[in-house]
């Protein structure tokens, strides 16, 4: 399966996928050394990753870098296996660190509720242990902040813009020269899948941070997520 668009001469998004009916827009970011922005699910790195790597005569040993959007577990849950096979540093916003380095903290905060609110508790072990098949705990070393300025070389520099609401440590990634804000799941609109709804853990802090984005100067929104229009 083709999944990668080189859409940029420095930026390649990676398309993966993950049962059932998800997916997940990585990029492939190419300063002075290779940087990952979010990972996908636990396969991700070696089904689309590395496909999309060798493409261009690399593999996941020459990725140094690897930055998450946030901490949920499509977007870290290959950070570790792309971490055994480069040696690479993982930087992830703060406030998800706990999550992102214990699945069953994250089970129980972000989906554990759903099964209670609809009456599915019966269901809840099963499907969290489904759930865990698709992430590893990630390793963190360093916890990026809000305003923190990411220099990658060759013209590549990210501000971190703190975007709450989908989860608390949700953050963009915002390349000005370029007008590219890579968003992970900060964007939601009506969801990612046709006859669902967005995840928005925190919709009072959603709705301040999608005014923080309409003042920045956007040429392209890179999503983390297909986009379904309201």
Known sequence: MHTDFRFHSQVTQIGSYFEPGGHVELYLLEGDYLALIDTGCVDAPERFIAPALRERGL?????????NTHGHF??????????AASACEVWLPAP????????????????????????RTHMVEAAKADWKKLCEPSPINRRI?????????????????????????????????????????????????????PFIYHPQDYERSMDLVEKLDINVLCLGHHYVSL
Do not use: M
């Open 59 to 67: 593999n996941l040993k020459d990725v140094r870098l690897i930055l």
């Open 74 to 83: 499509d977007h870290t849950g290959g950070n570790a296996r792309v971490v």
């Open 96 to 119: 998800d660190a706990a999550i992102a380095g214990d699945p069953d903290l994250q089970f129980d905060e972000c989906y554990r509720p759903d099964y209670q609110l609809t009456e």
């Open 145 to 197: 902040q809000a305003g923190d300025v990411l220099s990658l070389g060759r013209g590549i520099e990210l501000r971190v813009v703190a975007t709450p609401g989908h989860s608390l440590g949700s953050v963009c990634f915002y390349w000005e020269r370029e007008g590219f804000l890579f968003t992970g799941d900060s964007i939601a609109g009506g969801g990612s899948r046709p006859g669902g709804l």
